[in-house]
């Protein structure tokens, strides 16, 4: 069990409440939890890591429970209630060096620290779709929502929103413009934030000056974006749509660089690996699949069985599959398979949990042509 | 003295051809030359008229004659093709119980490129999922199914009359005219008054073309395209009009996840317990993506031979798209979209 998390570079959350775990490397996937007391309250809404060498994933479930899973052991080591069910269900989930941050549908941020009962309490209004923590200043979080602008939140002030957007002029009939963030990413090294909206528009935002209002907007599409994850080389971001669209943009121009193709159902969940050039996306279609951002070719694609929210991946095992995957000497890499298989037996006898796992078959391809690019 | 002047001509011509193939260059293959030639021949010993050596039939000014000569080298490959046949008929016959096995002939359906979505029947997880999805209401008998069938606004005649013959294939269900309601706002009625379905069949020139299928209360929507309507009027030997029995159903090849939650779908637009002195089924048959609705009465003659008898309407649906939730095209999340350039480019892959 524990070898077999441990393998494991992306952690998927499903609505069947299910954690998976999928080796590229390998090309397997695994269920983390009890078949048998599976159940929809369980759904999986919101994933995170839980500490710094991402040992630990916090999973935020339907029914407002916060369950840790121990990557290294394989096994949930704890769980905490986090508001109930009735406020809505997990729209984001954090952690800072001490607390948990939680936020839920109805607006409800909720600051738990680590070992005391009492929470911090924001209202950060109602209707929310996703709350986000900046990555370099772990005590700032971005909310939004349906009619719901963009807000940024310093939790050790958390009176009052330190930046609220302004909604762009009207249009063109001197209509409003409807609010509905889906989604927000902070551009690392700058204070700016991009968000994507239910109404096909990427924007950018910069609470450094003292404009409110977007800096940058484009149009994408004629479908609801859902996901948004910015890349490693801070200038593009990829968006995914409810039709299974998925495109890169550039964020100094705001034009379309190119689609990622392949997908057939709404995306949910997209992350872009913090160092290499891959995207990895999951959605109502049941499959995760890997691109990559270079070339944009369709790298891995696995079948998981249950319809998919969240993906989160780690950012240095990955990093491995990847060098085992593009291994140019062959026979190294056979070797090592062979490593892997010996091992697999061991852990197979010594199964004594209850928790099941199932291996699924994961398809690589274009693996080949890596190869080849390798070897030039 | 014909033979012998013949066979040298034979000759003539086919060196001719080689060297005027690599002047010319023609695009024709040898086979084919070969035939041309033959049939020159065949000429030859009729007419006795004489052709260039490099002799294409196209290059016939003569229309009928083209024409004729085209039909004689017709004739011509269909002996021979004949001939073989019954050459290797005849080897089999003397082999006997030893003759290889005859040949499974290759279509793109057995060609078919492996789903990875195909639903084994003993995988948990896809049991747990199937079992706790919307429609496992009407499958544990908990809600019995009533369908309401509209159109697009202002029908015509065809679409009246497919929705009409619907309506008495589905048990329980309602027609009504759209009055140019908007579907996001019947959905919330129609859950209101109970219903478990709300079917809208769309046409374009006045042919239905189009299938709404939403699901209630919560989903899934379906979108159907709608090719070969067939109206009773339009068929030849249907019995007698439907009774009011609700009728067997049955599904046919849905086999991979998305083709599963299709087959769900459309089993519970129909009752559970189907009055089998009705003798009627209703069958859903999905081949190459394309999903086949008849409607029969059956006859069992005596213990091994059944009569059918089609009762009406046909029609072929295509799965244009599969929402999550009622209605909503805008801001509704797609589980499935067909999308043509992406998914079709393999011709051997199917998704139901």
């Known amino acids: ?376 | 003295m014909d033979t012998t002047k013949l066979s040298t001509s034979d000759s003539v011509s086919k060196k001719k051809g080689k060297k005027a193939k690599k002047q010319v260059q023609s695009d024709e293959k040898p086979v084919v030359e070969m035939d041309a030639v033959s049939v020159v021949k065949e000429e030859k010993s009729t007419s006795g008229a004489t052709f260039p050596p490099s002799f294409s039939m196209s290059e016939i000014k003569n229309k009928q004659r083209r024409h004729m000569m085209f039909i004689k080298l017709k004739q011509e490959k269909r002996k021979q093709k004949l001939e073989l046949k019954k050459k290797i008929k005849r080897e089999r016959e003397a082999l006997g119980d030893k003759a290889p096995p005859k040949e499974v002939p290759k279509t793109i359906e057995n060609q078919r490129v492996y789903d990875e979505t195909t639903v084994n029947p003993e995988d948990e997880e896809v049991a747990f999922d199937e079992g706790t999805d919307e429609f496992s209401a009407y499958f544990n008998r908990l809600t019995n199914p009533k369908v309401l069938i509209t159109t697009s606004d202002r029908p015509r005649t065809r679409t009246v009359k497919f929705i009409e013959q619907l309506a008495t294939v589905i048990p329980d269900a309602h027609v009504y005219y759209r009055r140019g309601l908007a579907l996001k706002r019947v959905i919330p009625q129609c859950v209101s008054h109970g219903f478990t379905y709300l079917l809208v069949v769309n046409e374009d020139r006045k042919m239905p073309n189009g299938l709404v299928l939403c699901h209630l209360p919560d989903g899934p929507t379906a979108h159907f395209k709608v090719s070969g309507v067939r109206l009773r009027k339009e068929m030849k030997r249907i019995g007698k009009a439907p009774t009011e029995h609700t009728p067997e159903v049955i599904l046919n090849n849905f086999t991979t996840r998305l083709g599963h939650t299709v087959g769900r779908l459309l089993a519970a637009l129909f009752p559970h317990d189907p009055q089998f002195v009705g003798r009627q089924v209703a069958t859903f048959h999905n081949q190459r993506d394309f999903v086949f609705f008849r409607f029969h009465r059956y006859i069992f003659k005596n213990e091994k031979r059944v009569g059918i008898q089609e009762l009406g309407p046909r029609f072929t649906l295509k799965l244009r798209s599969l929402q999550k939730g009622t209605f909503d095209s805008k801001f509704g999340e797609y589980e499935w979209v067909h999308k043509r350039h992406e998914m079709d480019s393999c011709r051997r892959k199917f998704h139901l």
């Not at chain 1, 963009?150 to 958390?158: A, G, S, T, V, Y």
């Not at chain 1, 609470?207 to 080389?233: D, H, I, M």
């Not at chain 1, 890169?248 to 705001?254: C, I």
């Not at chain 1, 499959?287 to 969240?310: G, I, M």
Request: aromatic share 4%; hydrophobic share 35%; with cysteine.
């Open chain 1, 1 to 376: 069990m524990a070898a077999k998390s441990q393998i494991c570079t992306i952690w998927l959350g499903s609505e069947t409440g299910i954690l998976k775990g999928v080796s590229l490397s390998k090309k397997q996937a695994f269920n983390f939890c009890e078949m048998s007391s599976l159940s929809r309250d369980q759904e999986v809404c919101v994933m995170a890591w839980g500490d710094e060498n991402e040992s630990e994933v916090l999973v935020g479930s339907l029914n407002g429970t916060v369950t840790t899973f121990s990557t290294d052991k394989g096994i949930f080591t704890g769980s905490r209630e986090c508001g109930d069910p009735s406020q809505g269900r997990f729209t984001g989930l954090a952690v800072t060096d001490s607390s948990l941050i939680t936020c839920v549908e109805s607006g409800l941020l909720k600051v738990w620290k680590e070992g005391s009962t009492d929470t911090v309490e924001v209202n950060v209004g109602s209707g929310i779709c996703r709350m986000r923590q900046n990555p370099s200043q772990r005590h700032r979080v971005a909310t939004g929502g349906k009619e719901n602008p963009l807000k940024l939140w310093d939790l050790e002030r958390p009176d009052k929103a330190i930046f609220t957007a302004k909604n762009v002029a009207h249009d063109w009939l001197d209509m409003r413009v409807p609010v509905w963030v889906r989604d927000i990413g902070f551009i690392p090294d700058s204070d700016k934030i991009v968000t994507c909206t239910g109404h096909h528009q990427v924007r950018v935002y910069d609470p450094s000056t003292s404009q409110k209002r977007p800096v940058l907007e484009a149009q994408l599409g004629e479908y609801p974006l859902t996901a948004l994850s910015l890349t490693s080389n801070q200038n593009t971001v990829v968006v995914g749509n409810t039709h299974g669209e998925l495109a890169t943009l550039d964020l100094r121009k705001g034009l379309m660089c190119g689609c990622l193709k392949g997908l057939s159902g709404a995306v949910r969940g997209l992350q872009c690996h913090p160092s290499l050039p891959l995207v990895a996306s999951c959605g109502l279609d049941r499959f995760l699949r890997v691109h990559s951002l270079e070339d944009r070719s369709l790298q891995h694609k696995v079948y998981l069985k249950s319809r998919l929210n969240c993906v989160l991946l780690s950012s240095r095992e990955l990093e491995s599959s990847i060098v085992d995957d593009t291994g140019d000497v062959e026979e190294v890499k056979a070797e090592e398979d062979e490593v892997w298989d010996t091992m697999e037996t061991v852990t197979e006898k010594s199964k004594k949990r209850p928790a099941e796992q199932e291996k699924a078959s994961v398809t690589e391809v274009d693996g080949k042509k890596k190869n080849k690019l390798a070897k030039k």
